[in-house]
């Protein structure tokens, strides 16, 4: 907004008792008004003071960690790497704050020169331990914060940087392809979850958005279970965010430089099913593409209006989706990280503001 101030005349620095005399005192009023609120006006992504993000997670953030190995996920069932038909959350994020966060498959070993905006150590089928569901070679979260500890210590880890987790449905998934829902998944997911924290934490990371589970049972997927399982499902999430939460909670008494807070992802997503039309939204049940995720159609034919959508195939949300996602995540961070915060300085509209309706307090008294 700051921006447009030059659409206006130079002349308007130079208001004279003249000029007041032939404005009504409302009109002048309205005036000064607006131009002294030009500069308080909130605060946009662009103007957040962060120098550098670092992403640990699985396929819903993964901008082509896992595809720059093998290949996967192909378009044109998914968009250059990303697990959905667009751009992925982090996409949408990183070019609001101007960053370019460098995948971690991108890195040359050995090299001692880091990338300056971040590092994006997300793998598809990542669960929150070691595991991975792709294959025994990738990484899950514990790998990838010690793939993050290879390269930093605490000299080299910078503290005012954004560190961002979100783990958790591939231990659902996991569990289901071994034929059942594991009771201790709760715990265990947010045990790990903890354990990460806690190794980013003693290298010097300050300010850690971490995001809750999203009720698996409301995809395509779970929607897919035997009716018993879906209810189980939804408990099992409930229960692990309650875990998750006071695990915050704990983290951030026992340790006062800790600005760890916490992403209500399943509140969001509830948010949309409630009210989908609020959001642009049709459709929150279906699956759009047709992909039954991991395995890919003979004959691809998504859906002809996929904006409408808030699945891209039966796990993944797509990219509309996505871009609600990194708004949700740019006011959370304005709100619980102030540090990042940065307020424009008083311009000439300040001083002009202030003298003008002293000017008005003037006039009124003459009247």
Not at 91 to 114: F, Q, R
Not at 232 to 242: A, K, P
Not at 284 to 313: K, Q, R
Request: proline share 8%; with cysteine; aromatic share 10%.
């Amino acid at each position: 907004m700051i921006s447009k101030v030059c659409l206006f005349s130079k002349n308007i620095l130079s208001l004279d008792d003249n000029i007041i005399s032939k404005m009504s005192i409302g009109k002048l009023a309205k005036l000064l008004i607006f131009l002294t609120t030009l500069w308080t006006l909130p605060v946009s992504a662009s103007t957040l003071n962060i120098e550098q993000i670092y992403i640990f997670g699985d396929s819903n953030s993964d901008q082509g960690n896992l595809y720059n190995i093998s290949g996967f996920p192909p378009e044109p069932y998914f968009y250059q790497g990303r697990f959905t038909n667009g751009p992925n959350w982090i996409d949408y994020l990183s070019n609001d704050l101007s960053l370019n966060p460098e995948l971690y498959t991108n890195l040359n070993p050995g090299s001692s020169d880091l990338p300056t905006d971040g590092i994006n150590f997300t793998f598809g089928g990542a669960t929150s331990g070691d595991i991975n569901i792709g294959g025994e070679s990738l990484p899950g979260l514990q790998q990838q914060v010690d793939y993050f500890a290879d390269l930093y210590d605490e000299a080299t880890v910078d503290p005012d940087a954004l560190y961002m987790i979100w783990i958790g449905p591939n231990d659902y998934v996991n569990s289901l392809n071994n034929g059942v829902i594991d009771p201790n998944i709760p715990t265990t997911a947010v045990n790990n979850i903890t354990a990460a924290i806690d190794e980013l934490n003693a290298l010097g990371a300050n300010n850690i958005l971490v995001f809750n589970e999203p009720n698996v049972s409301f995809t395509p997927l779970g929607q897919s279970l035997p009716p018993e399982a879906i209810p189980f499902l939804s408990d099992l999430t409930e229960q692990q965010n309650e875990l998750l939460a006071q695990s915050v909670n704990q983290l951030n008494q026992a340790n006062p430089e800790l600005n760890l807070v916490y992403f209500d992802t399943d509140r969001f997503l509830q948010d949309i099913l409630d009210a989908p039309s609020e959001f642009g939204l049709t459709n929150v049940t279906d699956n759009c593409s047709g992909i039954p995720f991991p395995d890919l159609p003979d004959n691809f034919s998504p859906c002809d209006n996929p904006d409408e959508y808030l699945f891209w195939d039966n796990q993944h949300p797509t990219t509309v989706v996505h871009r609600l996602i990194a708004d949700e995540v740019i006011d959370t961070v304005k709100s619980e990280f102030p540090n990042y915060s940065t307020v424009p300085e008083p311009s000439m509209f300040t001083a002009l503001g202030f003298f003008g309706l002293s000017l008005l307090r003037t006039k009124k008294n003459k009247v």
